[in-house]
């Protein structure tokens, strides 16, 4: 037997459902209108920025009441882009920059500063950090942004190839020089023309000189070793042509020309090299490690640069968390969070290659199970950050020539510090008069 269903129980069942369905509707667009939005702008491009990406895909599950949208761009174009957004008022909540880049950035007023969000609950102690680091977020007295990690330069070596040469200790482990005169050692028995055809077939050292956004840093780091600076205290003058920077350069253009025991170096061709075996020792960015691990390139291992000059020393410069000095509390408070959980989780972006600066997270067996991100991590008490100038830039265009020059044999390196020096010196005049009429602009707006 068939039961009929009454026309008004139909007619309030399908009312029931459609609002139901609105209910739903609305549950949904209201918490979208309750979520606070941030955008996140970075340069993080290849396999270290899609891990990246997966912390902050796991801050917007752990953070319903958050949305973070990732925007990452190639470097060649990011600070520009980053720069007019800001100029616009159209900047991200949340942004990396270099250290060496945040003066530009202050100086425009983008930077909001972080000191009040380190303390407290939510906060993260500045002990944890390394001192040289922190610094390098200091300006006038404040910390602009909050230091995610520091990318030093170091000794990358190849375990076979100084295995085959005897550089082991007795149980078997690699030996890495430590000093100059080891060093020279070490790349003089490793130089081999294995066909006698008076080509080099496998060269024991060669010099980093891919750009990376980055002036050459292997020659930063020799000048620090040698006790040189590129300016002085207050950025007044430079001094590339110091006797200690051209004594670094002398040494560099030494191992090419006279002893024959580095190439020339060429572009990338270096790094090429060292990953297809052909070298035994390199100077380079531990960035690096992540195409060593993106080629499953298994037998390399890393050192601190042996002291080739007065004293330990080596390049470094830190990928910075940023918040926009243009935001309400409520958005300030959520980007802080993202900030802080960044951070919290950096091993993650460590497994890359740039080290992690919060020392709690190097004290962990999982950091200390990478080891060349755990050997050039023994630097950071001795590294030099890039010059913290405005006109960054414009310096390591005549910073690069210089060393091309050098390395091309076409000036002595006297010569060419002395040619950069006065360039670089007109550019201290220009930016310091710019200046004067920024500020003088400012006040008659006032």
């Known amino acids: 037997m068939q039961m009929k269903v009454k026309a008004p129980l139909v007619i309030a069942i399908v ?39 997966e912390i902050v895909h796991k801050f917007n599950e752990a953070n319903p009441d958050v949305h973070v949208t990732v925007q990452r761009m190639q470097w060649r174009t990011y600070y520009n882009k980053l720069f007019v957004a800001g100029l616009s008022k159209r900047e991200p909540e949340v942004f990396i920059a270099h250290a060496s880049m945040l003066p530009r950035f202050e ?7 972080v000191d009040g969000f380190m303390i407290g609950e939510n906060g993260i102690d500045p002990n944890d950090i390394d001192k040289a680091v922190w610094k390098s977020v200091e300006i006038d007295g404040k910390h602009v942004g ?20 005897g550089f082991i200790d007795e149980k078997g482990e690699i030996l890495t020089p430590k000093n100059k005169d080891e060093f020279l050692h070490y790349i003089n028995v490793l130089k081999k023309d294995f066909d006698g055809n008076g080509k ?39 001094l590339l042509d110091s006797p200690e920077n051209i004594a670094a350069f002398e040494f560099a253009k030494e191992l090419i020309f006279d002893r024959e025991l580095a190439p020339v170096p ?34 390399n291992g890393g050192a601190s640069l042996p002291v080739l000059g007065k004293k330990p020393g080596t390049w470094t410069d830190s990928h910075i968390l940023c918040m926009s ?35 709690s997270l190097r004290e962990t067996e999982r950091f200390k199970g990478m080891q060349i991100q755990r050997a050039f991590a023994e630097q950071l008490e001795n590294v030099q950050y890039p010059p913290r100038i405005p006109f960054l830039w414009e310096f390591r265009r005549e910073f690069e020539l210089a060393i091309d020059r050098v390395m091309r044999g076409t000036y002595t390196p006297e010569e060419a510090l002395k040619e950069a020096t006065r360039n670089v010196d007109q550019m201290i005049a220009r930016d310091q008069l710019l200046y004067q009429e920024i500020e003088q602009l400012t006040q008659n707006s006032n």
């Open 15 to 53: 009312y029931l459902t459609i609002l139901v369905i609105w209910l739903s509707q609305q549950s949904g667009v209201l918490s979208g209108i309750n979520k606070v939005e941030l955008q996140f702008w970075n340069g993080l491009t290849g396999p270290a920025g899609i891990s990246m990406v």
């Open 325 to 359: 000095s243009n935001l309400s509390e409520k958005k300030q408070e959520a980007s802080w969070r993202l900030m802080k959980h960044i951070s919290d989780n950096s091993l993650d972006w460590t497994a890359w290659g740039p080290i992690t600066i919060r020392k």
């Open 266 to 299: 060429e572009s990338e061709s270096s790094w090429i090299a060292f990953r297809q075996g052909n070298i035994g020792l390199f100077f380079g960015g531990v960035w690096l490690v992540g195409d060593l691990k993106r080629l499953n390139s298994v037998n």
């Open 146 to 165: 909050l230091p995610l990690d520091a990318h030093p330069i170091g000794m990358f070596y190849n375990k076979d190839i100084l295995s085959k040469a």
């Open 200 to 238: 080099i077939d496998q060269w024991g050292f060669a010099f980093e000189y891919s750009e990376q956004n980055q002036p050459r840093p292997a020659f930063i780091a020799l000048m620090s070793q040698f006790g040189g600076q590129a300016f002085n205290e207050d950025y007044t003058k430079c």
């Open 107 to 113: 100086r425009a007023n983008f930077l909001q500063s």
